[in-house]
């Protein structure tokens, strides 16, 4: 259950009428419910308990401060992939002890800063990476904890751009290879090595491929355990799917209970990264229709929201709901939601039945927490838009709107050019 319903004919987000929030911020904007979020949180982290666990928030899905403060405060850490989420992640609260570090690309600079700032694990992803954190926890006169995060080649059967745990696949170490990069990182002198990685794909709507991996992994323990490598940390990684149209996930619950059941008695951590199951459903972007046009083949909803908001629906063919934030009960019919950007990629949905939107109407672009501002973008000019979270009968600005100072901040016209 999420808090985006309607009361009467109006779409409210928990006790506050959507539109209300619009006239005072403006659109589009991205709209997160608190009660959401807590909830989302709880019900992930909850079906561990028991277990020995961590929940570190995948904050790609969702970088804002606010957001990672409040599961901060739930007990949650983070999973990072760079420098820059590091540092938001420590700026909103987040315990340095709780922040895995993954990434196929991580930069001595990056690799530095983490060590300095004692985070918990990182998931190296190539024999290079392995040498280089030695390095650099050297230099620092640290030893930082390891883990490998290895490419299990099992097929999480979702989107091919989503899909990270084949052996095609850009990430990890091969699992066949993993132990003798095990065994070489093991005689490091600045590594503790101790970890074990792995995501293998998101929106992921089975457990066999998640028992699969697990599966794999255990092996690969018992494997490195006779050869004197004692894991501690398991961590498995995020890809959790959520309802976005039809798709039936199972519940947080029934995916823990998988785990638990794979897992059997051990005295592993057990390390965890959703972003999306938590992001995903807890928010909205509310978007305004400028203008209607039909052709002899298509009729359009032109709103002020566009791809550089929400790239999902291009770059993956996503389906994201669309629901009028007034629902009168008008007729329907089908219609490509289009937004201002000169691509034709530029859509929110297409050959989508809607209600007959009017211009100047309200509309909510369903599901859109997760990936849609951490993708957003200011192509065609256009500023980032505004974050706002509500709690109860209240709403908080989390992000302001971008200005068009924002967008030229840092450029600069050479002397030569004068
Ligand atoms: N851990 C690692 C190492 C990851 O790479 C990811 C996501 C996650 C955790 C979290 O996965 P989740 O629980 O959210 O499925 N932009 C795409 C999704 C890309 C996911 C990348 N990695 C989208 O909008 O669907």
């Known amino acids: 259950m999420h808090h985006f319903q309607y009361?009467?004919?109006t779409l409210f987000c928990e006790d506050i009428p959507i539109g209300t929030i619009a006239e005072a911020v403006g659109t589009p904007f991205y709209l997160y419910s608190h009660a959401t979020l807590t909830q989302h949180f709880r019900a992930f982290d909850g079906a561990f308990e028991g277990m020995n666990h961590v929940t570190c928030f995948s904050m790609k899905s969702n970088s804002n401060q606010a957001i990672l403060n409040l599961f901060a405060r739930e007990g949650g850490g983070v999973?990072?992939?760079?420098?820059?989420?590091?540092?938001?992640?420590?700026?909103?609260?987040?315990?340095?002890?709780?922040?895995?570090?993954?990434?196929?690309?991580?930069?001595?600079?990056?690799?530095?800063?983490?060590?300095?700032?004692?985070?918990?694990?990182?998931?190296?992803?190539?024999?290079?990476?392995?040498?280089?954190l030695n390095e650099v926890a050297g230099k620092l006169g640290k030893k930082a904890r390891v883990?490998?995060?290895?490419?299990?080649?099992?097929?999480?059967?979702?989107?091919?751009?989503?899909?990270?745990?084949?052996?095609?696949?850009?990430?990890?170490?091969?699992?066949?290879?993993?132990?003798?990069?095990?065994?070489?990182?093991?005689?490091?002198e600045n590594l503790l090595v101790s970890g074990i990685s792995c995501h293998i794909g998101s929106q992921l709507t089975l457990l066999s491929p998640f028992v699969d991996t697990l599966s794999r992994l255990k092996d690969l323990i018992q494997e490195l355990d006779r050869a004197g490598i004692h894991i501690e940390y398991l961590d498995l990684g995020g890809g959790l799917g959520i309802t976005y149209d039809q798709e039936e996930p199972p519940h947080p619950k029934e995916y823990a209970g998988a785990i638990r059941e794979g897992l059997g008695k051990n005295d592993l951590v057990l390390i965890l990264e959703p972003g999306r199951v938590i992001m995903g459903n807890a928010g909205i972007l509310v978007t305004k229709v400028l203008y209607t046009k039909a052709t002899d083949e298509k009729r359009f909803i032109i709103v002020d929201a566009a791809m550089n908001d929400l790239i999902r629906p291009t770059l993956y063919g996503s389906f994201h709901g669309i629901q009028p934030v007034d629902d009168s009960?008008?007729?329907?019919?089908?219609?490509d939601i289009v937004g201002p950007i000169c691509e034709t990629g530029d859509y929110l949905a297409r050959d989508r039945e809607v209600e007959a939107f009017e211009p100047g109407?309200?509309?909510?672009?369903?599901?859109?927490?997760?990936?849609?501002?951490?993708?957003?973008?200011?192509?065609?000019?256009?500023?980032?838009?505004?974050?706002?979270?509500?709690?109860g009968d209240q709403y908080y600005i989390i992000r302001a709107r971008e200005t068009y100072e924002d967008l030229v901040r840092g450029e600069m016209i050479p002397d030569f050019l004068r």
């Open 361 to 391: 109407e309200l509309m909510a672009v369903m599901s859109a927490g997760a990936y849609g501002f951490s993708m957003s973008s200011t192509y065609n000019s256009r500023p980032r838009v505004a974050e706002v979270m509500v709690k």
């Open 329 to 335: 009960g008008r007729d329907k019919f089908k219609a």
């Open 147 to 188: 883990g490998i995060r290895v490419n299990p080649d099992v097929d999480p059967q979702t989107h091919p751009y989503i899909s990270t745990g084949l052996k095609e696949n850009k990430f990890g170490i091969d699992i066949r290879k993993a132990p003798e990069e095990y065994t070489r990182a093991a005689g490091m």
């Open 79 to 132: 999973d990072i992939v760079s420098g820059g989420e590091l540092y938001r992640a420590l700026k909103a609260g987040v315990d340095p002890g709780k922040i895995v570090y993954s990434g196929v690309g991580k930069r001595a600079e990056d690799l530095e800063y983490a060590v300095k700032s004692d985070i918990l694990m990182f998931n190296t992803e190539s024999s290079q990476e392995i040498l280089r």
């Open 7 to 9: 009361r009467g004919n």
